[in-house]
């Protein structure tokens, strides 16, 4: 199959959703597939490349984080993505289009649907979803809530990481949406010494939860080191609550993701201190460096860890500390529950979940009366 795939970030940009999309289209390229990706870029990042195999083309916007972007940055990139991929079509004359957020880039592939008859696979991250970041986007989800009916109508086949989402997919569409994990590759191992360190890998945002990581630690009595690798607008006050707290920490900033593999192996605990998660990448990557996990019970967490971590609940601080100071006095708890988290963690194997996207993606071409979807999106637009 020749694919197009529209995201609105691709590494090195963009956070958890866009290591899944790389991941998915290197597998997918190494199973035979060829894969255009048309993605938002920035300054510093060439317009086209190849990484991977896999042939990626960035358009113009006015993203100014590499981890974090507002609904106005995002926007700016939609009619340039709907250009690029239009001509890059017109060239190629892809089989099928593989939509990652259903907004803003389902926007895009929906006009290549109704434009060129191009069908679409939508998959849904997390906070493209109405109710899962109520406290961020919910008036725009208000806003939009015909267009984004829309473009999940005119889908050949919506998928979710999760189960948590979804069940809030079904809520507003009653949609058969179909739950593939996120893809993961393990990570080559690297050599050191675990520390007393309590690792947190995470945009800095308010649902991430590292405010409630902080707090946790400053309440605690430990010489065990905090240090934070992530970028974003919470960084100022992170930084300002750690030090009225009294908690040795060090935030990284962005650190880029082949250097997180030395932060995974030094760390004598990771963390997930977020409130709300749809599937959490550096989970994974964690749970397959052997770390031990403590992590809120946020929806996606729980179903990534299983039973391979210590989960609290989430927002409670109090429980937080108790998990992570048990655990700091326990070596062989922590060694096995990071044994524990390695064997988990190799079950959700890139070339895997690869083939599965692959088998939608065949019957959904093959599938009679595909050609009928952009009147569907029309009668439930």
Same mark, same amino acid.
């Given at each position: 199959?020749?694919?197009?795939?529209?995201?609105?970030?691709?590494?090195?940009?963009?956070?958890?959703?866009?290591?899944?999309?790389?991941?998915?289209?290197?597998?997918?390229?190494?199973?035979?597939?060829?894969?255009?990706?048309?993605?938002?870029?920035?300054?510093?990042?060439?317009?086209?490349?190849?990484?991977?195999?896999?042939?990626?083309?960035?358009?113009?916007?006015?993203?100014?984080?590499?981890?974090?972007?507002?609904?106005?940055?995002?926007?700016?990139?939609?009619?340039?993505?709907?250009?690029?991929?239009?001509?890059?079509?017109?060239?190629?004359?892809?089989?099928?289009?593989?939509?990652?957020?259903?907004?803003?880039?389902?926007?895009?592939?929906?006009?290549?649907?109704?434009?060129?008859?191009?069908?679409?696979?939508?998959?849904?991250?997390?906070?493209?979803?109405?109710?899962?970041?109520?406290?961020?986007?919910?008036?725009?989800?208000?806003?939009?809530?015909?267009?984004?009916?829309?473009?999940?109508?005119?889908?050949?086949?919506?998928?979710?990481?999760?189960?948590?989402?979804?069940?809030?997919?079904?809520?507003?569409?009653?949609? =058969? %949406?179909?739950? $593939?994990?996120?893809?993961? #590759?393990?990570?080559?191992?690297? +050599? @050191?010494? &675990?520390?007393?360190?309590?690792?947190?890998?995470?945009?800095?945002?308010?649902?991430?939860?590292?405010?409630?990581?902080?707090?946790?630690?400053?309440?605690?009595?430990?010489?065990?080191?905090?240090?934070?690798?992530?970028?974003?607008?919470?960084?100022?006050?992170?930084?300002?609550?750690?030090?009225?707290?009294?908690?040795?920490?060090?935030?990284?900033?962005?650190?880029?993701?082949?250097?997180?593999?030395?932060?995974?192996?030094?760390?004598?605990?990771?963390?997930?201190?977020?409130?709300?998660?749809?599937?959490?990448?550096?989970?994974?990557?964690?749970?397959?460096?052997?770390?031990?996990?403590?992590?809120?019970?946020?929806?996606?967490?729980?179903?990534?860890?299983?039973?391979?971590?210590?989960?609290?609940?989430?927002? =409670? %601080?109090?429980? $937080?500390?108790?998990?992570? #100071?048990?655990?700091?006095?326990? +070596? @062989?708890? &922590?060694?096995?529950?990071?044994?524990?988290?390695?064997?988990?963690?190799?079950?959700?194997?890139?070339?895997?979940?690869?083939?599965?996207?692959?088998?939608?993606?065949?019957?959904?071409?093959?599938?009679?009366?595909?050609?009928?979807?952009?009147?569907?999106?029309?009668?439930?637009?």
């Amino acid at each position: 199959m020749r694919l197009l795939t529209l995201t609105c970030e691709y590494p090195p940009v963009g956070g958890g959703g866009a290591t899944a999309c790389r991941i998915l289209c290197e597998a997918l390229v190494r199973a035979g597939h060829a894969i255009d990706v048309v993605t938002a870029g920035m300054a510093d990042l060439p317009a086209t490349e190849e990484i991977g195999g896999v042939r990626v083309h960035r358009v113009p916007g006015v993203r100014r984080w590499r981890h974090y972007s507002n609904a106005v940055e995002q926007a700016s990139f939609v009619l340039p993505m709907y250009r690029r991929a239009a001509g890059l079509l017109g060239r190629y004359r892809h089989d099928l289009c593989h939509c990652h957020f259903v907004v803003p880039t389902g926007a895009v592939a929906s006009a290549l649907l109704h434009r060129h008859g191009l069908p679409y696979v939508l998959t849904a991250h997390g906070s493209d979803v109405p109710g899962y970041n109520p406290d961020r986007f919910a008036f725009l989800h208000g806003l939009i809530a015909p267009a984004w009916r829309h473009i999940l109508a005119g889908a050949a086949a919506v998928t979710s990481p999760s189960m948590f989402l979804a069940g809030l997919l079904d809520q507003r569409m009653q949609l =058969d %949406v179909e739950v $593939l994990p996120n893809p993961f #590759e393990l990570p080559r191992g690297v +050599a @050191a010494e &675990r520390g007393r360190r309590v690792l947190a890998v995470s945009r800095l945002v308010e649902r991430k939860g590292l405010q409630h990581l902080i707090a946790a630690m400053g309440a605690l009595d430990t010489d065990w080191e905090l240090i934070v690798a992530g970028d974003g607008p919470l960084l100022p006050e992170l930084r300002r609550q750690a030090a009225e707290a009294g908690v040795r920490a060090s935030f990284l900033g962005f650190v880029p993701r082949e250097e997180l593999a030395g932060l995974y192996a030094g760390a004598g605990l990771f963390v997930m201190p977020s409130l709300r998660e749809n599937f959490p990448m550096v989970l994974l990557e964690a749970m397959a460096a052997g770390c031990a996990v403590v992590s809120t019970d946020a929806e996606g967490c729980a179903e990534v860890v299983g039973n391979a971590a210590r989960l609290v609940p989430a927002g =409670d %601080v109090l429980a $937080l500390g108790r998990a992570i #100071e048990t655990l700091s006095r326990d +070596a @062989a708890h &922590r060694q096995e529950l990071g044994r524990e988290a390695q064997r988990r963690a190799r079950s959700f194997g890139a070339d895997e979940v690869a083939g599965r996207f692959a088998a939608l993606f065949a019957r959904c071409l093959a599938a009679p009366g595909r050609e009928q979807a952009a009147a569907r999106s029309t009668l439930h637009g």
